[in-house]
Structures are given as C-alpha cells and as structure tokens.
C-alpha cells in the first residue's frame, strides 16, 4: 500500500520569496517520487522525479526537491518564486505492484503568488 | 506534434445521456489511464490499460466503460450521465513511472 501526503492545500508567498510545497509519502517498497504541475485549465506536466541516485534532484523553471527516506518526505522548493509560478502542484508516487508501476497522487497544493 | 490528444475538450450534456471521451497518444507507450478530477483538483485513477489488457479497475460504477482498440487509443464510454460525473477526466501514458498527461476533458452534466 502507498499513500501520499500533500500538507497545506493552498500556499501563498510573495514573489521573489522562498516556495516550500510539503509532500510526505508511505510506501511498502522503495518508491518513485514526482511533482507534477497543472496550470489553470492544462493538464499535468512533470516537474521533476525521483527514482535512484541523488537524492536532490532539479527540475524545470528552478524548481528542485530532495528525497529524503528517513523522513519519508520528498518537499519541493524554489529559491525565488515568479508569477508565472502560480498554479496547482501535485506530488505522486509509484511504487511496482503485482508486476506494473502503480501511481498514486496526492491532493494537490494550489500555489498563489503574491504581487 | 501533441503526445497525448483528448477529444473533445468540452462536452456539456443532460443527465441520462450516453457519451464517449477519446484518447489517442503516439508516444507508442504500453501503458494508459484514465483519470477523473473533481472540483476540489482531487485525481482519482479509474482503469488502466496495458497492451489493450485491462490492468487496473478501480471502484467505478459500471456505468463508466473503458475500450482499448489498439495500443495508441483508450477511449472511455459513459452511460446514463449523472450529475456526479461532472469532473475533468484526464487520459495519461506512463514510460516506466512517469506519466504524460493529456490536456483534459472537462464534461458538464446538467
């Protein structure tokens, strides 16, 4: 079983600020880890994954994020955040189940940046 | 070139209606999904295709029926609409775990 825990369902911050998006996640084998982003009226598009590696991974537009097991937790930040930053974010993870890579999503965070 | 097209993109219609959402996807992925959102932004995952295979059936009402003519195209049909059915529904492709989404269906039952 897996689940995915997004903590706050709507984050402001001023632009040029600091974004820190909460995601913690339960898995019963080691897991993928991704943000994706959806724009108002757009489908998702993949910001950034986790699969092996190194755990701080980068992404599109400066977003980056770090895995880390002990906590179980897979946040997202970016240094400054732009207008064009707003929108909803979505963390996930996949994790192998009975032969197939089984994806479950949490419930979103709508980022709002302020002017 | 789109790698993951829907039609329509809108599709408003009356309660007890039948209706098909499209998806086709020329990334030439095994894998698809469909998806539904609600008004909250909640995603639920409701049937997943592999191959034309059914791979994952979660609770929906049989109302709802995926079919999965070649590996390129998962289509969803609806019958008897509902007022609840009211959502986005997204159809998506996976390569290994990640997932490329289309750009969404939003159906309106009145």
């Known amino acids: 079983a897996q689940s995915v825990t997004q903590l706050g369902s709507h984050v402001s911050v001023s632009e040029g600020a600091l974004v820190l998006l909460r995601c913690n996640y339960s898995s019963s084998v080691p897991p993928y880890l991704f943000w994706y982003v959806q724009y108002p009226n757009q489908g998702l598009q993949l910001l950034l994954k986790?699969?092996?590696?190194?755990?701080l991974v980068k992404g599109i537009n400066g977003f980056e994020a770090e895995f880390k097991k002990s906590e179980t937790s897979f946040h997202l930040t970016k240094p400054s955040a732009h207008m064009s930053d707003a929108a909803e974010y979505f963390c996930?993870?996949?994790?192998?189940?009975?032969?197939?890579?089984?994806?479950?999503f949490g419930t979103g965070t709508k980022l709002q940046v302020i002017p | 070139d789109t790698a993951v097209s829907q039609t329509p993109k809108y599709l408003v219609t009356q309660m007890g209606n039948d209706k098909s959402i499209k998806c086709e996807q020329n990334?030439?992925?095994?894998?698809m999904y469909w998806y539904k959102q609600d008004s909250k932004k909640f995603l639920k995952i409701m049937f997943s295709?592999?191959?034309?295979?059914?791979?994952i059936n979660e609770t929906v009402p049989n109302r709802f029926s995926p079919k999965s003519p070649d590996k390129a195209h998962l289509n969803l049909h609806i019958n008897s609409l509902e007022l609840g059915d009211s959502a986005v529904y997204f159809c998506a492709t996976t390569r290994g775990a990640e997932q490329y989404f289309g750009p969404g269906t939003r159906l309106t039952v009145t």
């Open positions: 990334l030439g992925h095994d894998t």
């Open positions: 295709y592999n191959n034309k295979e059914l791979i």
């Open positions: 986790y699969t092996t590696g190194a755990t």
């Open positions: 996930a993870v996949s994790a192998a189940s009975g032969g197939y890579q089984k994806v479950t």
